[in-house]
């Protein structure tokens, strides 16, 4: 089985969700199974590269609007490599995909549909490419969502929820639950120096409420650490001199795993501040629940806030609000039998309902599926 995966961006070029998912499932190894990429520069040449032993095509971009990379050649690449593949496993949204498929796929092509989030915030957008967005799903053997809110209310998805089915992503559980023996002292003097430390990660884009998260820092004692990159780096670096943060507010950029594993066990709390239902289901609230930490999260209508529960694993506030997002971190930090409760049952959590390989087998078993759906399919229309 040859899956390729298609996407506007690949974790190359840029840390995300999407980006993510798609680099477990590619370096996964199951015996059996091969896989390959097709994403596209952020700027610049197009590129062949290989992650583990995956290759990994990149076609050249012109740069982003609208947070999409401007890659005419896209579409055509994705018909030349889809011929090659058993199963094409489309990340939407990702208009450029849906171009791909109306250009002609192969028949024997099985396709799913990783139905990531819908297009929000954009009318005319929608709008635009409704027509083909429809062609996909009609067209998919296979709709892969990551939570049963992604099914509720949605007008695309309506007419096709034959085909759809709920795979929660999954993280490795055993990497983010324990720290290297290398990074323990790390770890320790970290504590020791920032013993009220926030952590926040994600991409820095407006829907991530990286911003509500600065004005409700104001008027905690609390240092804060906000990894991640993106276009409202800059912005969010202001807004923290503005507000006199300097001195406990941090945004260091992207870092490595390890990194990231070391400041989530030397944290204290793990925030999760977004603020539109764009934010789907939220990784790196999987990555902390597995490292033990509690989570301040929002109450969004997507799958946010059925993955680390209130009163369970979270404390869910209303999102775009600075005063109960402060008033939720401040709890955890000044009750530490409580931060510690809901760290335990998030660990617990993460561990039972949401490791890597169970995501992992329960995504290739549906591919598998959709090889036999699409065989059948082809046979018919052959009688």
Known sequence: MHILHAYKVCHTEIYGGIPEVIRTLTNSRQRGVTS?????????????????????????????????????????????????????????????????VRLGIPQRTALVVHWHAEVLGRPVLSRAFAGLFRTTLCRADRIVVSSE???????????????????????????????????????KRL?????????????LVSYKGFDVLIEALCDLDATAIIVGDGIQASRLRRLVKERGLTDRVFLPGSVSRQRLRMLMHAAR????????????????????MAAGLPIVNTAL?????????????????????????????????????????????????AAAE??????????????????????RRVEASQA
């Open 269 to 288: 709390v793990f925030v999760f501040p977004s603020v539109t239902a764009a934010e789907t289901f939220g990784i790196a609230q999987l990555e902390a």
């Open 36 to 100: 390959g990429v097709l994403a596209a520069r952020m700027r610049g040449w197009g590129r062949h590269l290989a992650s583990g032993t995956s290759p990994i095509k990149l076609t050249g971009s012109f740069g982003t609007l609208a947070s999409t990379p401007i890659t005419p050649s896209y579409p055509f690449a994705l018909v030349r490599e889809a011929k090659r593949a058993d199963v094409l496993a489309l990340h939407s949204p990702f208009p450029l995909n849906d171009i791909g």
């Open 354 to 375: 949401y490791d890597l390989r169970q995501f992992i087998d329960r995504t290739h078993a549906l591919y598998a599926d959709s090889i036999e759906t699409r065989g």
């Open 191 to 203: 504590s020791a120096a920032q013993p009220r430390l926030v952590l926040a990660v994600g991409r």
């Open 301 to 349: 209508p997507s799958g946010v806030p059925t993955v680390a529960r209130h009163g369970i694993e979270a404390l869910t506030v209303p999102p775009g609000d600075p005063a109960p997002l402060a008033d939720a971190i401040r709890c955890l930090l000044d009750s530490p039998g409580l931060a510690a409760s809901l760290g335990r049952a998030g660990k617990k959590r």
């Open 149 to 187: 809110k992604l099914l509720e209310g949605s007008a695309a998805l309506a007419p096709h929820l034959h085909k759809c089915a709920v795979i929660p992503f999954g993280v490795d559980t055993a990497f983010w639950g324990t720290p290297d023996d290398d990074m323990r002292a790390e770890v």
